[in-house]
């Protein structure tokens, strides 16, 4: 009986103990207010001691509960205010995190889009169609230069060479497309990887909220999310651009094959997305470094705002970028005017 008696004290106690580290957090082993205690001398320097400072009392108040192992904050559970910023914190710290995790993903590797059995499965079929459409294009377009040339002879042999350069062009493409696409993912993997490297990843986001915790006060929160959701957005461009170079490297072969067709020719404006996608994917990563490298600054003094506005301004720089390359690159039309008068110099020149 006694043996038995102790067994369910023990059990007791047992159940007690683990309902005191659920029930009371302040029970468990994690230590809070050292992240304020390693930044206490930095609080307290004599520029931060004015009565605009000692107003922050409050935030000083929530930093000594804030844990940097486990970057929460501890609140008591009649703290209304602390709770809200702690969520605030919390979401603004699990973007952070999920940016963290992948950053290094943006990179396109060559295996990625040409070796991948789902986009070779439509690659090969829209492959063996673009053939089809060649062989019905350079008929079209044969036919239709003998009759409109038929009254200008001179012009017929003229229009003629164009149309077979462009044939060969056609020709080189399809049958080295494989290389070519090889090619110019395994110089832009080259790029993004050095871009990438210049990001300190290891305590990227301990980092990060350390020094914006020593930047605004009670704003810093607020900042913290913000720059998550701006991240995180930022994330679903650089995967939107990998979709979008998956699509053009399927369609390749049938916007090559109509070059030759000057009524439908979407070869130029295919080549021109290609290259577009990854010199955005590129400004972007270049922006999104610069502004990680800011936040990796520590401020000044206490209230020095002036790496968080920078940092968060190349962020929205790097969101918008794809926005301003756009409206450069598509609404000149310089392109077109640069072919259109290539062919015209070729032309005069051939007649003289």
């Known amino acids: 009986m006694g043996g038995e008696s102790l067994t369910k004290f023990v059990r007791v106690l047992i159940v007690v103990f683990l309902l005191s580290l659920v029930i009371f957090p302040t029970a468990s082993l994690a230590k809070t207010g050292d992240f304020y205690e390693k930044n206490k001398m930095f609080f307290e320097e004599p520029e931060n001691s004015d009565d605009e400072n000692k107003s922050m009392s409050a935030y000083i108040e929530i930093l000594k509960n804030y844990d940097q192992d486990s970057q929460t904050i501890e609140c008591g559970k009649f703290q209304v205010t602390c709770h809200i910023y702690k969520f605030i914190f919390e979401t603004g710290v699990s973007a952070l995190e999920f940016i963290k995790e992948i950053m290094k993903k943006t990179i396109i590797s060559p295996t990625d889009i040409i070796q991948n059995p789902l986009y070779?499965?439509?690659?090969?079929?829209?492959?063996?169609?673009?053939?089809?459409?060649?062989?019905?294009?350079?008929?079209?377009?044969?036919?239709?230069?003998?009759?409109?040339?038929?009254?200008?002879?001179?012009?017929?042999?003229?229009?003629?060479?164009?149309?077979?350069?462009?044939?060969?062009?056609?020709?080189?493409?399809?049958?080295?497309?494989?290389?070519?696409?090889?090619?110019?993912?395994?110089?832009?993997?080259?790029?993004?990887?050095?871009?990438?490297?210049?990001?300190?990843?290891?305590?990227?986001?301990?980092?990060?909220?350390?020094?914006?915790?020593?930047?605004?006060?009670?704003?810093?929160?607020?900042?913290?999310?913000?720059?998550?959701?701006?991240?995180?957005?930022?994330?679903?461009?650089?995967?939107?651009?990998?979709?979008?170079?998956?699509?053009?490297?399927?369609?390749?072969?049938?916007?090559?094959?109509?070059?030759?067709?000057?009524?439908?020719?979407?070869?130029?404006?295919?080549?021109?997305?290609?290259?577009?996608?990854?010199?955005?994917?590129?400004?972007?990563?270049?922006?999104?470094?610069?502004?990680?490298?800011?936040?990796f600054e520590r401020p000044q003094y206490f209230g020095d705002t002036t790496n968080l506005f920078i940092g968060t301004a190349f962020f929205i720089l790097a969101v918008t970028l794809p926005s301003l390359l756009g409206q450069w690159g598509l609404s000149t039309g310089s392109a077109r005017s640069v072919m259109s008068g290539a062919k015209t110099i070729a032309r005069v020149a051939m007649r003289r």
């Open 120 to 295: 070779e499965r439509y690659q090969d079929g829209l492959f063996t169609l673009s053939k089809t459409v060649l062989a019905i294009f350079i008929v079209f377009s044969m036919t239709k230069i003998m009759s409109l040339r038929m009254a200008d002879a001179d012009d017929g042999p003229i229009v003629m060479n164009e149309k077979l350069v462009s044939i060969f062009v056609i020709c080189v493409f399809l049958f080295l497309y494989e290389s070519i696409i090889h090619w110019i993912l395994n110089f832009q993997e080259k790029l993004m990887s050095e871009i990438i490297d210049t990001i300190q990843t290891k305590d990227m986001v301990l980092n990060m909220i350390s020094n914006i915790l020593l930047s605004p006060g009670v704003f810093a929160f607020i900042a913290v999310l913000v720059i998550g959701i701006i991240l995180v957005v930022l994330a679903l461009q650089f995967f939107y651009r990998i979709a979008l170079v998956a699509i053009l490297y399927i369609i390749g072969p049938i916007a090559i094959v109509t070059k030759v067709n000057d009524t439908f020719n979407f070869f130029d404006f295919w080549l021109k997305q290609f290259i577009s996608a990854f010199l955005t994917l590129a400004l972007q990563l270049i922006a999104t470094a610069i502004g990680l490298q800011r936040f």
